[in-house]
């Protein structure tokens, strides 16, 4: 295959797009990217967004609207997005839209992108947002006039950027088809390891022309740039080599992989699927490897850190599996236990202050942190320091950042945070809260950000004058683009080595040298045609839709079927997920899609590498061919959703399960008396198919409608985490409910649902009165009481809501004797109160923001008594929350609360992916208790919230068969 030119579709002459401050060798590229396909290498800072904003400038006639052409500006990062679009916006009038994964654009289709391209010129974007659009046949690479690629060393691999040149571009190329102009920005040609010589740079770099289309324009030297663009000094920096002692690591290393064993034992004896398991188990390795990790490189006292906010982060956990809720708790349970082991060894009176060589000598610092944190401290007199640390692990970011932001602010006012990629699993900041840190640093309100790579490309930080290298740069790109973070005069580059590798030194300085390298190597090559794409890259097998263009390729399938399967029903309990069972001696492959998928199981035979791309590649094509798929290739389900939005539908979200069919709201007949209402109650009784210490509650459904004979006297079956309980419901006859009545019966609904959902009662009041004045809703799920065989709405229980605190106490102190408690007083967190006000109520914790419904007091249990650990060791109750929480009890003598933990809602409609024991209730100490209410007085367990779902779904489902048209 013979090359092809480069000089496509360049429009007309118009009018001059070059600014009046653009420099010389910016002019140069310019007029070189409208003549060809251009690859711009030139340093950081030096001005490339210029370039590429000019070529913008120079197509704008073609992109002016209503023209159908857009331009694309492709971005490696999200950070980036809007940064590079305010300066499109800058410098040209061209209308500019942003786009970026959090947008939600996995779910639009072609009308919605279609709006986006008639409203705007050019379009900012991730390019896995492009390359998923060109699969997905919602806009075609033909209507794209320019295309920029930021930070263009990326393409390679399986990449997007690679991706939508091989798919797409280059079989454009094939069939002489109009091309979009490409224009690439890098500072660094390569992004692996240095080569050994000049040739083999070429080498790489000649892969990147090929792939890209493009040839690399460049300045002759390295001198023609530096009179505009300042470029840091590098300095290198040694710190000692004094591991963390032998004794401690061992020690701790032992403990932590007891407890590794002991959590997977822990696994074994749970109803896990395989596939949940293993998820499982790799995480649990992947979490103790991450904290042997900050205990060698960071330090006892950092890899306290980590262990303690990994057992208190939201979801995922180190990487990016999803595990059932069960799984997530022993993870979770694994770092809690981690953390007891580290805080072990650190005595209660180490403060962070004092002799660093101490704390390295002990262990508690490594000698890599305490030299970073001497570094910092040797920049004290810069004025206005703008400092970006880089490391390479997310947990390293994260609790670097804490231990600076208390130990820096004792000898400067620096503000310290972090900034790290999503990709970990480690959901830790949203892209806002990233992009307004970005600003706050170049405003000067923070002075130091503790970054991954994520900020090693792109950041326009002016004022940035002080990088430092914590961990050293793992590839040339990596090197480059982070030593150009510093951007102002006299700015430093310090590179962190361990004393005595010299290696280490080796390898960065060839870093140093690598730019010369790869200019003399583009500039003697320049006049060399671009090669052909080699034959590898059309070898791939893909299955296109004729009728829209949509294709599926062997690499893209797999993230299809994860796609299709995150949209089947779902909840927190269990992640609809494809299972794959390898067999290597047969070369088989079996791919198992949820049970919610019509598609049987899929086995395919080949080479064992590529197995699963086979089997997604011909479940893809499956489940396009049963309407599964539409098709552009996306799940019918996310069709479905985007039909309901443009008819002004709400589509059910099952972390809102809330909605009003109209069998709950209020009918218009008229009250059977003057006052009142005419409600109709229904018996729910519960029957436990397990052996359960706390006897179950049965509940009374009133509501205003009266239900189909169908639903009466009906049977279904209720999955808790301890095991299934059989529901009868009945009719128990009406009611006529005054006004008063009805507020009551809200006022108690309100309430316990804010606990078992929420587990607050902070919004209540407000919440309550709101209440009062909507009439729309009138279903009402209420405790049962049995009296004399017959079953009957427990009101004592429900008046419970208008208990009130402040009153009672000033009965209590006008009559104490007159009460269970003797007129006992004890200390809450929120103030005294007698014995007998903290039974039958809940009580909230502030220091591990847990809520728990009280059973008794114990007068034989005080904070002086004993408590027996997990590892059989016995501490007293006020030694333990003075280790575990930072709390000392100043009223040790006062006697324990007895109480049992109120745990997230379980949805009863579905089956629990494990049944676990009934856990036993929780000794609290009663200082540290907020009171709450006696509202919920007599309810055991949160089976309100998925009762009152089965006569309304019910209801539902007889009333659409009878609505069915005949066939």
Not at 492 to 497: A, C, I, K, W
Request: aromatic content about 8%.
């Amino acid at each position: 295959m013979e090359a092809v030119p480069m000089d496509i579709d360049a429009p007309p002459d118009h009018d001059d797009p070059s600014l009046p401050f653009a420099r010389s060798y910016q002019l140069e590229a310019l007029q070189v990217a409208i003549r060809q396909n251009t690859i711009s290498y030139l340093e950081t800072g030096s001005g490339k967004t210029l370039v590429a904003i000019m070529l913008l400038r120079h197509y704008a006639p073609f992109l002016r609207k209503p023209s159908p052409f857009i331009a694309v500006f492709l971005v490696p990062q999200v950070v980036l997005v809007r940064q590079q679009a305010e300066a499109v916006k800058a410098h040209s009038d061209l209308k500019v839209g942003t786009y970026w994964g959090e947008m939600g654009v996995d779910f639009w289709d072609a009308a919605i992108w279609k709006q986006e391209i008639d409203k705007h010129e050019v379009l900012v974007m991730t390019p896995q947002i492009l390359l998923n659009c060109l699969r997905h046949s919602f806009f075609k690479l033909e209507f794209i006039k320019v295309l920029i690629f930021d930070e263009c060393h990326h393409t390679g691999g399986k990449h997007p950027y690679a991706c939508i040149m091989t798919e797409f571009y280059h079989k454009l190329a094939c069939k002489a088809c109009d091309l979009p102009r490409i224009f690439g920005m890098t500072a660094s040609l390569i992004k692996s390891k240095c080569g050994t010589s000049e040739s083999e740079y070429w080498e790489k770099i000649k892969k990147l022309e090929t792939i890209m289309h493009s040839k690399v324009y460049t300045c002759v030297s390295e001198s023609a740039i530096s009179k505009y663009v300042p470029i840091s000094t590098p300095k290198f920096r040694f710190y000692e080599a004094l591991d963390v002692p032998g004794d401690l690591v061992a020690r701790l290393r032992f403990g932590l992989n007891n407890l590794k064993t002991k959590h997977e034992n822990l696994l074994t004896k749970m109803d896990l699927t395989t596939t949940s398991l293993e998820s499982t188990r790799k995480k649990l390795t992947r979490t103790c490897e991450a904290l042997l990790y900050c205990l060698d490189d960071l330090g006892l006292m950092l890899a306290s850190k980590a262990a303690k906010f990994l057992s208190s982060c939201d979801s995922d956990g180190m990487l990016s599996d999803k595990l059932d809720v069960f799984g997530e708790r022993v993870v979770k349970k694994f770092s809690t236990d981690a953390s007891m082991v580290f805080q072990s060894c650190i005595s209660t009176e180490w403060t962070l202050g004092g002799d660093a060589r101490a704390h390295v000598k002990s262990g508690f610092l490594t000698s890599k942190v305490a030299y970073l944190i001497q570094c910092l401290l040797d920049y004290r007199n810069f004025k206005d320091i703008r400092c970006i640390v880089f490391v390479e692990r997310v947990i390293t970011a994260i609790v670097l950042q804490s231990l600076l932001s208390e130990i820096l602010p004792e000898h400067v006012g620096w503000k310290t945070m972090y900034i790290a990629g999503n990709n970990s699993g480690l959901q830790t900041q949203t892209r806002k809260t990233q992009n307004e840190i970005v600003e706050d640093f170049r405003k000067g309100m923070v002075n130091i950000i503790v970054a991954t790579s994520i900020l090693e490309e792109g950041l326009d930080v002016q004022s940035c004058n002080l990088v430092i290298r914590f961990d050293p740069s793992a590839t040339v790109s990596s090197f480059i683009q982070s030593r150009g973070r510093a951007r102002m005069e006299n700015s430093d580059y310090v590179l962190m080595l361990r004393s005595g590798d010299i290696s280490g030194q080796f390898r960065l300085e060839k870093y140093l040298s690598s730019g010369e390298i790869m200019r003399s190597e583009s500039l003697r090559h320049a006049s060399n045609p671009c090669p052909p794409l080699g034959s590898e890259f059309y070898d791939e097998e893909i299955y296109r839709v004729e009728s829209t263009g949509a294709v599926v390729t062997s690499t893209s399938s797999i993230c299809l079927i994860h796609f299709y399967c995150s949209r089947l029903p779902s909840d927190g309990y269990f992640k609809p997920a494809p299972h794959f069972v390898i067999n290597k001696e047969t070369s088989r492959c079996t791919l198992y899609l949820p049970k919610s998928c019509p598609l049987p199981p899929v086995s395919v035979e080949g080479d064992i590498k590529s197995l699963k791309q086979k089997a997604c590649l011909q479940a893809c094509i499956m489940l396009h061919k049963i309407g599964s798929l539409t098709d552009n290739l996306v799940p019918d389900t996310v069709a479905e959703k985007l039909d309901d939005r443009e008819l002004g539908e709400e589509c059910y979200d099952d972390e809102f399960p809330v909605y009003f069919p109209p069998e709950a709201v209020r009918s218009q007949e008229s009250c059977s008396q003057p006052g009142s209402e005419k409600y109709y109650c229904y018996l729910i009784k519960l029957c436990p198919q397990y052996e359960s210490r706390t006897a179950v509650q049965d509940i009374v459904l009133v509501m205003c409608s009266e239900l189909e004979t169908e639903i009466v006297n009906s049977n279904f079956n209720l999955e808790d985490v301890r095991g299934s309980l059989n529901a009868t419901l009945s009719y128990m006859g009406f009611l006529d409910l005054t006004p008063m009545l009805v507020n009551l019966c809200r006022m108690f609904q309100i309430t316990v649902f804010n606990v078992l959902i929420h587990h607050s009662l902070d919004k209540l009041k407000g919440k309550i009165q709101a209440l009062k004045h909507c009439d729309h809703l009138d279903y009402f799920v209420l405790p049962a009481t049995t009296s004399a065989q017959k079953a009957s709405i427990d009101w004592t229980c429900v008046r419970s809501v208008l208990f009130s605190y402040k009153q009672a106490w000033e009965d209590h102190k006008k009559y104490p004797l007159q009460c269970n408690g003797a007129g006992v007083v004890v200390t809450t967190k929120d103030g005294p109160a007698c014995k007998c006000m903290l039974q039958n109520s809940l009580v909230y914790t502030p220091h591990n923001r847990k809520l728990y419904s009280t059973l008794g007091i114990s007068d034989k249990l005080s904070g002086n008594s004993f408590l027996s650990m997990c590892d059989g060791a016995s501490v007293t109750y006020k030694e333990y929350y003075k280790f575990r929480h930072g709390i000392k009890l100043d009223s040790s003598h006062q006697p324990l609360l007895h109480a049992r933990q109120i745990f997230p809602v379980h949805n009863c409609l579905l089956r629990c992916k494990q049944q676990r024991k009934e856990k036993g209730p929780a000794s609290l100490t009663i200082s540290h208790c907020l009171r709450q209410t006696n509202a919920l007085r007599g309810i055991r367990r949160s089976y309100l919230i998925s009762i009152p779902h089965i006569p309304v779904l019910s209801v539902c489902r007889i009333r659409k068969c009878i609505c069915r048209p005949a066939p």
